[in-house]
């Protein structure tokens, strides 16, 4: 890798708000606020609305739409009579 070029990669912790859900993980991301985490390190914290603990897709709470459904309604009505 070139030397200079390249953004800090440092350990950050990620805090979800809506489950209440904190990791870390790296990121290049900064900022001025800092927590300290379980091995007893303070690390930099993100506030973040949604994360994979609260995202409906990856909760199993996502809405399954009937495509098929769908186009046999849009048949119905407008299809050829």
Partial sequence: MKQGIHPDYHPVVFRDISAG????TRSTVTSSTEIEW???NTYPIIDV???SA????????????DA???????????GKK
């Fill in 54 to 65: 609260s995202h409906p897709f990856y909760t199993g709470k996502a809405k399954i739409v």
């Fill in 68 to 78: 098929a459904g769908r186009v046999e309604k849009f048949n119905q009505r407008y």
């Fill in 21 to 24: 859900i904190a990791f870390l």
């Fill in 38 to 40: 379980e091995d007893g």
């Fill in 49 to 51: 609305d949604i994360s």
